[in-house]
């Protein structure tokens, strides 16, 4: 079947690159996860109002960055399979969405852990909880096209048609909550901007914020790995059902 | 154009043959209406100042209830098949589908809705926002609802999973078109809201038209 | 006029179907596609109504192909298929009606005639059996002027009164100069058809 060596002549080149790449996303999220942790627990200052509490924020405000760039990511990807038919831009994208949806649930929990001292509630209607609360609804809808079809290829078109219709939409639902939310709320709540930006607070968050990205990779390259390889094996049980 | 017209006037006279999915979606959106009241108890004041919301999640739900088979009934029984090889191209079909799936299963909701609103105990000058604010913002529901349709339609059980795909994207119409009405009943302009609401609907009317022929496109392939 | 395929190949959900078929026809042509269950005659037919994708290949309406914008293939071929198609609340000349108007063709009144559903016309498609359904279909595509006729099993369920009726319906086409791919179980024995078995070529 020639057919068949053309299609996947494109994971073999990927799955040579990501193979050399994977040691050093393991490495360098081991690394960057140990100092991150360490300078946001122990380094960083405590809040002269909410005290230790603060710390939260350093696994809460780079996961909800993470979730945000993850559907981004997820819709180039898309675009990219659906414009140049590229088979693993299709299979990143699925392989990206889990992780992104684990993300914005990390940001929610942290979120509301977060809220709890702050607001003494363990849920608020607050702007930015309730946009990453709407983003984990696209992802499952995402996740969950991709389940409904037997057709991978299809399945592949079908959400790349979603990503990209959901990435349209995401400013515009950003927008309305926010505008909902200053309607609703007196401005005195605290929101979770969390205090003035201060570059003692700035660079375990950025460390961390880098150390999440650099596991995002780690785990999208087995993902996307276990992807090529699963595609694989239907194809060789397929032929020899063929033969049979 | 003639075309264009055709297809319309056909799934209109199938929902007036049929006349159950319309008034069907007619009772849903009554009875999710009634419960409000049912739930929260009869104060006025608690029913005037949740009203703009309640009827407008209740047009969210009752447009989905139909959304299903907007496309699927032609693609069930090869009809769609026809009409892709027909002269019109297929962002232009989708959209007189759009617009038969708004006269026959929304514009009856926005009829219907003064006299909801009045049982909610809402102020003249909200029920006439509100209805406004309806005539402009579902037609997005219907360009959004057409690209989930278009996704599901060769789902045997798509409905639940196009609920899913879909009310996300519904929100920013559910937040304005409520906004537009509490402005007006607390004597505030509405007009930023109702310009917002048709921005959006233009949007989606790009959107929707191009994603749902690629989803369309799809499903047949 | 000609319409031609130039090697075109099916993949359906991973599964390589048929590989490297070609053909070409001029006016009065017709080709009959045979084969076995699952050999993709369907899919074939479906390709060359520009509903499915090939994978690769090409498919050709007088030299040009037809994905680009110059082929004025569409509203030269009609396409009939398994499913009717036939709405069961509107009636039969309702159907048929909005089906030329759809495809910019009128005279629904001779094609419904020509298939005997004159006494029919205004009975709701709901009541028909399978053979008047398959009547239906017929007359929809003799009252359009298409040039290329695209016939998935347009004898199933038919009697052979109707067969035959059919069968004069499909010479005519040819003989006005018009072409068609069926593809149907039983031997319709025209007297001049080309045969393209898809067993032969399947991988």
Redesign the interface.
């Known amino acids: 079947m020639a057919i068949d060596l053309h299609k996947y002549a494109n994971p073999k080149r990927f799955l040579a690159i990501t193979g050399a790449i994977y040691p050093w996303s393991v490495g360098v999220t081991v690394i960057l996860l140990a100092v991150g942790l360490y300078m946001s627990l122990f380094v960083a200052p405590p809040d002269y109002q909410q005290g230790d509490t603060v710390r939260i924020m350093y696994v809460h405000v780079p996961a909800a960055w993470m979730g945000l760039s993850i559907y981004t990511m997820m819709a180039i990807s898309s675009a990219i399979g659906l414009i140049w038919k590229h088979p693993v831009a299709d299979l990143t994208a699925k392989a990206a969405a889990p992780i992104g949806a684990c993300f914005t649930f990390l940001a929610l929990v942290t979120g509301s852990l977060w809220g709890q001292p702050m607001w003494g509630t363990y849920w608020v209607w607050d702007a930015r909880l309730t946009s990453m609360l709407i983003l984990l609804f696209l992802y499952l809808g995402y996740m969950a096209l991709w389940e409904s079809f037997d057709d991978q290829g299809k399945a592949a078109k079908a959400t790349s048609i979603l990503a990209l219709v959901g990435v349209i939409n995401i400013p515009i639902i950003k927008f309305s909550v926010d505008w909902w939310n200053t309607l609703h709320q007196p401005a005195s709540v605290a929101t979770m901007s969390g205090p003035k930006i201060h570059s003692s607070i700035l660079i375990p968050l950025l460390v961390m914020g880098l150390a999440y990205m650099s596991f995002f990779v780690m785990v999208l390259i087995i993902r996307v790995k276990a992807e090529i390889l699963q595609r694989r094996l239907r194809i060789l049980r397929m032929s020899e059902l063929k033969e049979h | 154009m ?2 264009f017209f ?2 319309i006037r ?1 799934d209109l ?2 929902a007036v ?2 006349g159950s999915a319309v008034t069907l979606s007619l009772c849903f959106f009554v009875i999710v209406v009634v419960l409000f009241p049912l739930g929260v108890g009869p104060e006025l004041s608690v029913l005037a100042r949740i009203g703009p919301g309640v009827l407008w999640v209740a047009a969210l739900l009752s447009c989905l209830l139909t959304l299903d088979r907007m496309f699927q009934a032609d693609f ?4 769609l ?8 191209p297929l962002e232009i079909l989708v959209l007189g589908k759009v617009i038969a799936h708004w006269l026959t299963s929304i514009l009856p909701l926005i009829v219907i809705t003064p006299v909801l609103a009045l049982s909610l105990n809402m102020p003249t000058e909200g029920i006439w926002t509100m209805s406004l604010a309806l005539l402009i913002g579902t037609p997005t529901l219907s360009l ?1 609802g057409a ?1 989930g349709a278009a ?2 339609v060769a ?1 045997r059980r ?1 409905g639940v ?1 196009l609920s ?2 879909v ?3 519904y ?2 119409v559910l ?2 078109g409520a ?1 537009a009405v ?1 402005a007006a009943i607390g004597q505030l302009p509405a007009t930023p809201h109702l310009l917002l609401l048709a921005g ?1 609907s233009l ?1 989606s009317l790009v ?1 929707g038209m191009f ?1 749902a022929a ?2 369309l496109r ?4 | 006029m000609s319409f031609a395929a130039e090697n075109l190949t099916c993949l359906r959900a991973d599964q390589l179907i048929f590989e490297g078929v070609s053909f070409s026809l001029s006016p009065g042509d017709a080709l009959w596609v045979r084969g076995r269950n699952g050999a993709g005659k369907s899919s074939f037919l479906r390709i060359c109504a520009k509903l499915l994708k090939p994978l690769s290949g090409m498919l050709k309406w007088e030299g040009e192909d037809i994905r680009s914008d110059s082929s004025n293939f569409h509203g030269n071929y009609h396409y009939l298929g398994h499913q009717d198609a036939l709405k069961p609340v509107l009636t039969v000349s309702e159907n048929l009606s909005f089906w030329a108007g759809f495809h910019g063709t009128p005279d629904v009144a001779r094609a419904l005639a020509e298939f005997e559903l004159d006494l029919l016309r205004d009975t709701p498609a709901g009541m028909l059996s399978q053979g008047q359904k398959k009547r239906a279909n017929l007359a929809r595509l003799a009252a359009s002027d298409a040039r290329l006729w695209i016939l998935d099993e347009p004898v199933s369920a038919l009697d052979q009164h109707f067969i035959d009726l059919f069968k004069a319906r499909l010479i005519r086409h040819l003989q006005n100069g018009g072409m068609a791919l069926f593809a149907t179980h039983q031997d319709l024995m025209l007297a001049k058809v080309r045969t393209l078995n898809l067993d032969d070529i399947a991988s």
């Open positions: 003639k075309r055709g297809l056909r006279v199938l043959r049929q069930e029984d090869g009809s098949d026809l009409l892709i090889i027909g002269p019109l959004i690209i996704l599901t789902m798509g999973l899913l795909l009310l996300p994207l929100i920013p937040i304005f906004a509490e959006i949007g959107v994603a690629a989803a799809l499903a047949l392939d």
